[in-house]
């Protein structure tokens, strides 16, 4: 780990005018920040300590749920009425990581994960276009396996490693931001992109601009929502694939739906042709399948990650599943 500066600003002014991205960083609860640090990945002159400025407040109104951006994991998975009225949110949340984890780690921090690549996390692999632009991706003929199907490039196929991200989108939530010439509201479905020819670029978010908040509308479908997630052992492992779903019925029929998925695309990822072909048909198995089918439309797949394009149809039917039978 390299030298650096430590700062704690004491106002938003102060914040954002510490955020010059050549040379610093902002941090929250540090989860990720301390392994790039020690990896050597992350090189900051200086750390800036956003604690002193972000909210940790849950606020409910008749319009939903608002979340600071300094709320911890832990506390948003086990507020009563997430657990009631957004069950995917909760379900993802205490899926993300150990307990220990998510007692520390932040909403807006967990937003911006980095990818977990293995190639992206070795400097001594210089082929890897998000660390070092113009280098190559050493992910296209290498071990592939925890890599995205969908959203990919020939620069880039890491894929995006936020749980929370997918039951967030899937809830239509919106990102609140602060910069040096105002604030600004993305929803969460453009606040990341996908890598095409310069993965460098992982989100919308200006230079030094600042997450503060998360607005998560209420709804009858936020009700009726599930997160399902598979992973290679049972507790803090990153999704080999995962959805969120939300449903509204009319009677037996769906009537609206959203899904979203998980540990299979470079940015959280909404199947928007499996969506579609849900409205005005029954939820059932059958119509669950059909749908979930759609999803990997599109797919680019590595003889390492193929076999996501059979393993994403059946989570997503068994998040369908879940939610159909949720009130």
């Not at 150990?98 to 909403?107: G, I, K």
């Not at 803090?236 to 979203?260: N, T």
């Not at 470079?266 to 029954?282: S, Y």
Request: proline share 5%.
């Amino acid at each position: 780990m390299r030298d650096f500066e430590y700062v704690s600003p004491r106002n938003w002014d102060e914040a954002l005018s510490l955020g010059k991205p050549s040379e610093s960083r902002f941090v929250a609860g540090g989860t990720l920040m301390i392994d790039l640090l020690r990896l050597d990945v992350e090189r900051p002159a200086k750390l800036v300590d956003l604690n002193g400025v972000l909210s940790t407040d849950l606020t409910w109104n008749e319009h939903g749920l608002t979340v600071g951006a300094g709320v911890k994991n832990t506390d948003l998975a086990y507020d009563a009425r997430v657990v009631s009225e957004m069950p995917a949110l909760s379900q993802a949340l205490l899926s993300g990581a150990s307990p220990q984890l998510r007692n520390m780690a932040t909403v807006g921090g967990n937003l911006l994960q980095r990818t977990r690549c293995s190639y992206f996390r070795d400097v001594a692999e210089s082929a890897c276009n998000k660390r070092k632009p113009g280098s190559g991706c050493a992910a296209l003929d290498g071990y592939s396996r925890m890599h995205a199907v969908l959203g990919v490039s020939d620069h880039c196929i890491a894929s995006h490693p936020s749980d929370m991200a997918v039951a967030l989108l899937a809830l239509d939530a919106v990102v609140r931001t602060r910069r040096s010439h105002g604030p600004r509201e993305l929803p969460l479905a453009d606040l990341h992109v996908v890598p095409g020819d310069h993965p460098e670029r992982e989100t919308q978010l200006e230079p030094g601009e600042i997450i503060t908040e998360v607005f998560v509308p209420s709804s009858g479908m936020a009700r009726r929502s599930a997160y399902v997630k598979t992973r290679d052992r049972a507790s803090y492992a990153f999704a080999l694939a995962s959805s969120a779903v939300a449903l509204e019925l009319d009677g037996s029929r769906v009537k609206a739906a959203r899904i979203a998925l998980g540990g299979v695309a470079t940015k959280p990822w909404r199947a928007l042709d499996a969506e579609a072909a849900l409205i005005g048909q029954p939820a059932t198995r059958k119509s669950f399948e059909a749908a979930a089918r759609l999803a990997v439309q599109g797919a680019r797949a590595t003889p390492h990650n193929r076999f996501k394009l059979e393993l994403l149809p059946r989570v997503v039917v068994r998040a369908l599943e879940q939610a159909g039978t949720s009130a």
